[in-house]
């Protein structure tokens, strides 16, 4: 089993859907999570870290439930601009490493 | 550009040839990752540095594989007798500390005939 497990996709939207992604993580000893973006042939940026009570930046929301190991993320309002693939990424509380999930391909059509 | 850089951007090679690539973190940042993305994976890590002591390795890291941060500053990885396998981004991060964000460089793009 994956340590993190996202649904590949893709996820072929219309401008202007909402649409959600999730991913669940197995190390229940994990402390940071994160959404990260990463456009075709380009290195991946963090988009947003993610914590229990939940926070939103801009269009973006994105919500932790420690109980079920579950991690999601929110897209609201989709632009052309928001297609890459969208990787759930959790850290490794002793060192620092990320580890990532196979990541969710997002294209967004007019 | 104050970003972390990694050099070279493409490579081209033969199977059995050795490879090396560079990294360079942000500056002041003590923490520096490396990882490893297939096509349609996402990043796999291979290992990191806290100043110059390499902390930790990945089981994906064979033998063949060799890192090194000799003044704390730039990351060499070196692959030798390289395989087909190899063929793969490399991608390099750094970070200021445990919790803080790490920021990747445009990563190497090898490809092993």
């Known amino acids: 089993r994956k340590e993190v497990e996202q649904d590949p996709g893709p996820f072929n939207v219309p401008e202007g859907a909402t649409v959600a992604f999730n991913c669940t993580y197995s190390?229940?000893?994990?402390?940071?999570f994160f959404w990260y973006r990463q456009d075709c042939r380009k290195e991946p940026k963090l988009l947003m870290s993610?914590?229990?009570s939940g926070n939103e930046d801009g269009r973006f929301t994105a919500q932790l439930n420690r109980a079920s190991q579950y991690i999601s993320l929110l897209i609201r309002d989709s632009k052309l601009s928001d297609s890459a693939t969208y990787l759930c990424?959790?850290?490794?509380?002793?060192?620092?490493?990320?580890?990532f999930g196979q990541g969710t391909t997002l294209q967004v059509k007019p | 550009d104050t970003g972390v850089s990694q050099d070279p951007r493409h490579k081209i090679t033969k199977r059995g040839q050795n490879v090396t690539f560079r990294c360079d973190p942000i500056?002041?940042?003590?923490?520096l990752y490396w990882y490893r993305q297939t096509l349609g994976q996402g990043p796999e890590f291979l290992t990191y540095?806290?100043?110059?002591?390499?902390?930790?390795k990945s089981r994906l890291l064979s033998d063949r594989f060799s890192a090194e941060r000799p003044k704390g500053s730039f990351s060499t990885l070196e692959i030798q007798r390289t395989e087909q396998g190899d063929s793969a981004m490399y991608l390099c991060?750094?970070?200021?500390?445990?919790?803080?964000?790490?920021?990747f460089g445009p990563g190497t793009r090898l490809l092993v005939l």
């Open positions: 991060a750094s970070s200021f500390g445990l919790q803080e964000t790490q920021y």
């Open positions: 190390n229940s000893a994990s402390q940071s």
């Open positions: 993610v914590y229990s």
């Open positions: 990424v959790v850290g490794s509380g002793n060192t620092g490493k990320l580890i």
């Open positions: 500056s002041e940042h003590n923490r």
């Open positions: 540095f806290q100043n110059e002591a390499q902390l930790e």
